[in-house]
DNA sequence: GTCTATACAAGGATAGAC
DNA sequence: GTCTATCCTTGTATAGAC
């Protein structure tokens, strides 16, 4: 393990601890045995750090989200659970994302680029799920609400939970989340899809 | 107008644009052309500032989220359009959400049952909707789900708006997310309720 | 009671020695 | 590649002028 690695380990380990702008790089290091100026060798800004642990989820959930003709709807709800447990892991940048956003450049640019490619891909996903019968919808806007609704749901439920229901276990909050979004995609499911979508609940 | 609401006004205006972690007493010192140490006199630390203007937001908020057996389902709309200004004006309570809770005891605390509040005001509404027949429910998992909706989206609208739509105006915004909250009523609207809610999202 | 001046500790950033 | 020394900005605390 090369100190840059070391560094980026025991950093994501306290960021998620205690959260990205209360942990400071003295602290840091101490903890390292290294001093302040070792880490900024390696990451020259503490924004630098925070880039390359963003990379790193940005990698993950890349490789687990994609559009797919032939989805189904578990197929569907396994591939966001998945996602969940990345933002888990990650959890500090996402209930830091908005100052991230609205601070760093670096991630913002990048930001811009995965918001629409996930947009995307959700938003085919829901259309391929319409035409293989597991969801019906009225029109286009249908489609609209549904991949907002989700986008709003993927991006702050882990902030919601921080929040709302420290008190769960992380597995707890995954399913209450996870059990929102079924529930979201029932009302549009046929019969067809309300069955798998039931099956994955349960399962959960 | 007293130093204190000086303060308080500037530090909101200040607040809001920059984001509060961003805004440095001195620097909120300099605009009102006063120093430092007369900031601390009236209010010992930041948070103390935070805590005064989270406590005029939920004055606001109070005065307005209310259970009602007799509310309709345009009057509940209507109620979280104003809830929803409410928002803009201390946005930057909003957008610092997580990191409040976490770090700012006494924010932390009033939270706990404001939350506890606006659930159940959000729940009993819903009921009274189904019992005068705007909606309809198969059971209660589904006022739950609804409950539970609604609380995620009031809640974090306004950052996801920050990060995904901030080139729309504030009133677009708005729109955006009080239609999202429509559909979700929708699904499960009867058709007495379907033509009210139709009719608020037209007057929107 | 109101306000100013000043000092202090902790944060991130930087230049340069080895 | 590693570490020391230093700088600047933060929030906070205190002593004292009026």
Same mark, same amino acid.
């Given at each position: /393990? %090369?100190?840059?690695?070391?560094?980026?380990?025991?950093?994501?380990? /306290?960021?998620?601890? !205690?959260?990205?702008?209360?942990?400071?790089?003295?602290?840091?290091?101490?903890?390292?045995? #290294?001093?302040?100026?070792?880490?900024?060798?390696?990451?020259? %800004?503490?924004?630098? &750090?925070?880039?390359?642990? +963003?990379?790193? &989820?940005?990698?993950?959930? +890349?490789?687990?989200v994609v559009a797919n003709e032939e989805m189904?709807?578990?197929a569907f709800?396994?591939m966001?659970?998945?996602?969940?447990?990345?933002?888990?892991?990650?959890?500090?940048?996402?209930?830091?994302?908005?100052?991230? *956003?609205?601070?760093? $450049?670096?991630?913002? @640019?990048?930001?811009?680029? %995965?918001?629409s490619d996930r947009n995307s891909a959700i938003e085919s996903n829901i259309k391929a799920l319409v035409k293989s019968?597991?969801l019906?919808v $009225?029109?286009e %806007?249908?489609v609209e609400?549904l991949t +907002? +609704?989700l986008s709003? #749901? *993927?991006?702050?439920?882990?902030? @919601?939970?921080?929040?709302?229901?420290?008190? &769960?276990?992380?597995?707890?909050? *995954?399913?209450?989340?996870?059990? /929102?979004?079924?529930?979201?995609?029932?009302?549009?499911?046929?019969?067809?899809? !309300?069955? @798998?979508? @039931?099956?994955?609940?349960?399962?959960?």
């Amino acid at each position: /393990m %090369t100190t840059a690695e070391k560094i980026l380990a025991k950093a994501l380990e /306290m960021f998620n601890e !205690k959260g990205i702008e209360y942990v400071g790089l003295r602290e840091l290091a101490a903890v390292l045995n #290294i001093r302040v100026g070792n880490i900024t060798y390696y990451f020259p %800004t503490k924004d630098d &750090l925070v880039n390359a642990l +963003s990379l790193a &989820l940005n990698k993950l959930n +890349s490789e687990v989200v994609v559009a797919n003709e032939e989805m189904t709807v578990a197929a569907f709800l396994n591939m966001l659970k998945q996602v969940f447990h990345h933002h888990v892991q990650y959890r500090c940048l996402l209930l830091s994302f908005v100052h991230l *956003i609205e601070q760093n $450049k670096v991630i913002s @640019e990048r930001y811009k680029q %995965t918001a629409s490619d996930r947009n995307s891909a959700i938003e085919s996903n829901i259309k391929a799920l319409v035409k293989s019968a597991y969801l019906k919808v $009225k029109d286009e %806007t249908d489609v609209e609400y549904l991949t +907002s +609704s989700l986008s709003l #749901i *993927i991006r702050f439920w882990i902030s @919601e939970a921080a929040v709302s229901h420290s008190r &769960l276990s992380v597995e707890a909050q *995954i399913r209450h989340y996870l059990s /929102m979004i079924a529930k979201l995609l029932s009302a549009y499911a046929t019969a067809k899809g !309300k069955k @798998e979508i @039931e099956g994955f609940v349960a399962g959960l």
